[in-house]
């Protein structure tokens, strides 16, 4: 498990956030809340941070 806001950051502008949800289980409440920056990145827990980057990891790879 690591975290990368390079990739959440790259996620969170070509993904929606419905899509996002849905496949990694992070609230979609948390999502806007990032996009509109009412949280930042460093106020997300680790294991969202992760679930983010984990699924950032694998449409990274599907689009090689």
Request: hydrophobic residues 35%; charged residues 30%; neutral net charge.
């Amino acid at each position: 498990m690591y975290a990368d806001s390079n990739k959440i950051k790259w996620l969170l502008e070509n993904q929606s956030q419905y899509r996002i949800s849905k496949e990694t289980g992070v609230a979609q409440q948390n999502l806007s809340k990032l996009v509109n920056h009412k949280i930042s990145l460093e106020g997300i827990t680790f294991e969202t941070a992760s679930k983010l980057t984990e699924y950032a990891d694998r449409l990274m790879k599907e689009n090689d």
